[in-house]
């Protein structure tokens, strides 16, 4: 079968699997019967034992993917390890709270006074960070649920040039921009709300979540991990730890011997060639360039901070307050027969018109500052990336990249000298395990 | 051939290869046969289930109708209990299957990798480029691609930006609205706004309390807020609770604004699209009058905004544009400025034009859709006065004036009903009706008091009860309290009479210019200047100054009121006066 053939299959399977629709409500009898209605209860909380042990068992994860990682190099262990974050982390505590969603409720905190984060969730989204700091980014590559179920789709993957890797993560930055906004003005944890695999952890009938977490699937057979490299937000706050870590995972155990069998072995392109000598002729121009583009820094923030502001009142579409109000204005001028939920419940509150305009006005007021902040945040990016592809870094060996590596331990086995620290004794061919 | 090669060769006689190929197929059956199934279910769900709950639904219909049969209510109740532990059932199928679903898909994934793992190659690296060249061109490619990436995310958020009307959330809002119509606010929610040019009815008249008296731009005394107006215009503000529409135009753009009248910020821009390059090439326009000196006017669904081209568009509040209508650009001497209102779902405009009576229209277009309700000729040429809905006895009527008539219009289906020879000149001040009266201004000529018919007859007859000559006004309309009527000229004469007999009681010099209407607050009389002061006079038989406010820019533009707030659109900003603690 070709490739495209097989990529229909995909999509066909993908198509049909995606009718699993949401429950849909039905109405109680209207007439007397045996039917009991069920009591409606509030499922008790989880217990704070639980929580710890979920704390425990991230810490401990952490902590024996950095020794699979770094010490005893093992691919299968860190397969085995990240199945077993899949099934916990995933399928078991139903994906909630997870590292990557925790960024939402950490800025929530630190923006909304009358919230109060929980330890549990301070520490999923500290201890990623903190073992990243030391040991790279090992979270992705063996704990994450999120990247453990894309992982394992990986068969097809395709090399991604550099060029479109850097500027579909800008995507990425966005994403991140959006994300810390919507919490900081309280309008909701877009991280959470559209985590794509969260259908699938708990087996809802979300149908376009579940939609969205099998076409990442589906893309992910031939693009490596998609939604690690070019969506999660989280990965990008790992990735900037990755570049300070203390220790970092070598293709190699010792010396690069420049046999280029590990070429090709990321499916993230997150191997890096020896560079060449740079021309000095070309010197000068890159001087300026660096010159011009430290100016065109500044000058991209202002165009984002701009542009963040005039889409401030479509993003504010999105808070709950802005939505109110204008389902009440709707009302109001008759165009809403029925009201929702949320406008009964507005009017038989007592709250006055005026306050609701007011906290209306209130919310754009946040959101055009923070469209500001968060447009200058993203022409910053932009900026600092086209400086960053403009400056020549040395390297003499094939080395794992310090921010993109994801630390699955795939490149390991193509090193010739990782058989032989292994066996101690060289093999006729790189091939895997 | 190499080993790897032979092995290829031999795949299909290894027995692992072959329980792995085996299992692959068993899976995919298995994941393929459970998406079936789910799908199925899932159709069930939706369609079977939806059918038998408009089966049930209709029983109960006929029960409801037939009277208390038992039997029938028997059946209901049987089929009903069916039903629902048929579809209870379903949705405990779809959630197993759902499970099951993911558990088949992780075999076959499990499957497809120990298939794969017969197939693996040996690296094989690309003989080696020239590393040099290919740094330089790798990061050449990176930084036009991030160059390009850049102005993609930029343009997009932009063209958002002047979409703000797009959201999926305000076109719920539009969908609503289209389904249930007619969409206007009452005529007493009208009066609680200040929905047109001058307010409700056009009268000029504030009945808001807590308006404020003092301001200061200088210390920002009172300003609750001020923002930039990106488009110059002359038009004002009108204002529908909580928001605040203007228009702004150049040679180039035609935008609709609205703020929020909390803070300020710019909800949503609303752009208008210009008349063909050949009609606008035609386009007399001052520099006095711009692009934009028509007030556009809201009906607390709607709002709509016409321009010196002839174009007009009308957006809900939430900056979904609804509709465009191009009506010609109107032939006017100094450029098209009368300003819109609007009655229930009627949108009126007056279009005057041309040199010679003949081409004159009064329009009412379906606000909702933008098609032509009515049109009547009116026998005028180019006027720059503006149209305005009064209650006249329970009847609502239109006004207009233009050179020489009066006339008023039925604003249910735009019929004549009286009109009278009293005006000349290029008018421009729109009249007002107050004490039984209609107050009508020939420029630099007379202030005329013309009584309307007591009766909507054929017959009836309006009449001219007096003509006061004085400093009249070319530009300003006036306003009344029913009791005295004020006039304010372009060099700044404020000229008081009396209703009754049109006799002069004052004619006081302001020392300033006027372009933008006074506005009658309470028993206080709110005079703009164009230089940004507000003079604020007692509204007596005898002139007392009791106050003046300045702003530091220039103003044509006649203010705009709410409840505690004055809103005043200067040449650059737009202002909102409010009382401070």
Request: proline content about 6%.
């Amino acid at each position: 079968m070709s490739r495209l053939g097989r990529a229909g299959v995909w999509m066909g399977l993908i198509l049909s699997a995606a009718a699993v629709q949401a429950a849909e409500r039905f109405p109680p009898p209207q007439f007397e019967t045996d039917y009991q209605m069920p009591t409606l209860t509030t499922p008790l909380p989880r217990a704070a034992v639980w929580e710890l042990a979920d704390v425990a068992v991230l810490a401990a994860a952490l902590g024996l993917a950095s020794w699979l990682t770094l010490r005893k190099r093992s691919r299968r262990g860190i397969a085995v390890l990240s199945v077993f974050s899949l099934l916990y982390f995933g399928f078991w505590r139903k994906g909630c709270i997870c590292s990557v969603g925790s960024l939402g409720n950490v800025v929530l905190s630190l923006f909304d006074s009358s919230y109060v984060l929980p330890l549990t969730v301070a520490a999923f989204f500290l201890l990623p960070i903190l073992f990243t700091l030391f040991f790279g980014r090992v979270f992705c590559g063996s704990v994450c649920p999120l990247g453990a179920i894309q992982d394992w789709v990986v068969f097809r993957p395709l090399a991604v040039p550099a060029w479109l890797e850097t500027t579909l993560r800008l995507g990425a930055w966005l994403y991140l921009a959006a994300a810390v906004l919507f919490a900081a003005v309280g309008a909701g944890l877009l991280i959470c709300r559209y985590d794509p695999f969260i259908a699938f952890f708990r087996l809802g009938f979300n149908t376009p979540l579940w939609l969205l977490g099998l076409l990442f699937l589906a893309v992910g057979v031939f693009i490596a991990r998609p939604y690690c490299r070019f969506v999660c937000p989280y990965g990008l706050l790992l990735r900037q730890a990755g570049r300070l870590a203390f220790w970092q995972v070598r293709i190699t155990p010792d010396e690069c011997i420049q046999c280029r069998l590990c070429e090709d072995a990321c499916p993230f392109g997150a191997i890096q060639p020896p560079t060449a000598p740079w021309p000095e002729s070309m010197r000068p121009v890159e001087r300026r360039r660096l010159v011009f583009l430290f100016g065109l820094l500044f000058v991209l923030m202002g165009l984002g901070g701009w542009l963040g502001y005039r889409v401030h009142t479509g993003l504010a579409a999105g808070h709950p307050t802005v939505e109110l109000a204008r389902q009440v204005r709707l009302r109001q001028a008759g165009l809403m027969t029925e009201p929702t939920d949320t406008v009964r419940a507005f009017e038989v509150s007592g709250r006055t018109l005026r306050s609701l305009w007011a906290q209306e006005a209130d919310v754009f007021q946040r959101f055009a500052w923070g469209g500001l902040w968060a447009g200058a945040f993203v022409g910053f990016v932009a900026g600092i990336k086209l400086i960053q592809i403009s400056i020549h870094f040395k390297r003499t060996d094939y080395e794992a990249d310090r921010a993109g590596c994801l630390a699955c331990g795939r490149c390991f086995a193509f090193c010739p000298r990782h058989r032989i620290w292994e066996t101690g004794k060289p093999t006729d061919s790189g091939e895997t395990s | 051939m190499n080993n790897h090669d032979e092995s290829k060769y031999l795949l299909p006689q290894n027995p692992q290869y072959q329980a792995a190929v085996s299992s692959l197929i068993v899976s995919a059956v298995f994941w393929a046969v459970t998406a079936l199934l789910l799908v199925i279910q899932f159709y069930h769900l939706k369609v079977t289930d939806e059918r038998r709950s408009r089966k049930l639904e209709a029983l109960r219909h006929v029960y409801q109708a037939g009277g208390a049969d038992e039997s029938l209510a028997e059946e209901i109740r049987q089929l009903d209990v069916r039903y629902r532990r048929d579809h209870l059932a379903r949705l405990q199928f779809l959630y197993r299957g759902s499970g099951l679903f993911v558990l088949f898909g992780a075999v076959f994934v499990g499957t497809v990798l120990w298939v794969r793992s017969f197939h693996q190659k040996p690296p094989h690296p690309e003989p080696l480029e020239d590393r040099t060249a290919a740094q330089i061109q790798a990061a050449r490619r990176a930084r036009w691609a991030v160059s390009a990436g850049t102005a993609v995310l930029a343009s997009a958020a932009l063209f958002w930006s002047f979409q703000g009307s797009q959201t999926p959330q305000e076109s719920a809002g539009a969908e609503e609205s289209s389904e249930s119509r007619p969409a206007f606010a009452s005529w007493e929610q009208m009066n609680q706004n200040w929905p047109v040019f001058r307010g409700p009815q056009g009268a000029g008249i504030c009945r808001f309390d807590n308006i404020p008296t003092e301001w200061d731009g200088a210390s920002g005394k009172n300003i609750r807020w001020k923002v930039p107006v990106e488009l110059p215009g002359h038009n004002s503000p009108v204002v529908w609770e909580n928001r605040i529409f203007l228009t702004g135009a150049d040679a180039k753009r035609q935008e609709v604004y609205c703020f929020n009248a909390e803070d300020g910020t710019l909800l949503w821009t609303g752009q208008v699209p210009l008349a063909p390059a050949d009609q606008r090439e035609e386009m007399t326009i001052m520099e006095d009058t711009g692009y934009a000196a028509s007030t556009a006017a809201v009906n607390g669904v709607f709002v709509a905004a016409i321009f010196a081209d002839g174009q007009v568009a009308c957006f809900d509040l939430n900056g979904r544009r609804q509709w465009v209508r191009s009506l010609g650009v109107p032939a006017s001497a100094y450029g098209y400025a009368s300003s819109l209102t609007v009655f229930e779902n009627r949108l009126i405009i007056q279009l005057d034009q041309d040199y010679e009576p003949g081409r004159s229209k009064l329009i009412a277009l379906d606000i909702t859709t933008g098609q032509t309700l009515w049109e009547r000729e009116r026998p005028v040429p180019n006027s720059w006065t503006s149209p305005t809905v009064v209650d006249w006895n329970g009847q609502m009527q239109i006004l207009t004036s233009g050179s020489p008539w009066l006339i008023a219009y039925d604003a249910a289906d735009g019929r004549e009903l009286w009109r009278l020879d009293c005006l000349g000149g290029d008018v421009a001040p729109t009249q007002i009706a107050a004490a039984g009266r209609i107050f009508a201004v020939y420029p630099y000529t007379y202030l005329a008091a013309v009584r309307p018919p007591q009766a909507a007859s054929e017959q009836a007859q309006a009449e001219l009860l007096w003509k006061a000559e004085g400093s009249i006004p070319d530009i300003c309309s006036p306003v009344s309290d029913g009791r005295l009527v004020w006039t304010v000229d372009s060099e700044g004469v404020l000229e008081c009479f009396d209703v009754q007999d049109g006799s002069r009681l004052y004619s006081q010099d302001l020392q300033a210019m006027f372009q933008a209407s006074p506005v009658l607050v309470g028993d206080t009389l709110y005079l703009l200047s164009t230089k940004g002061r507000m003079i604020l006079v007692r509204a007596a038989r005898t002139f007392e100054q009791i106050g003046q406010n300045e702003l530091p820019e220039s103003f044509t533009a006649s203010p705009a009121f709410a409840p505690g707030r004055i809103y005043l659109r200067g040449s650059r900003h737009l202002y909102c006066i409010e009382n401070r603690q």
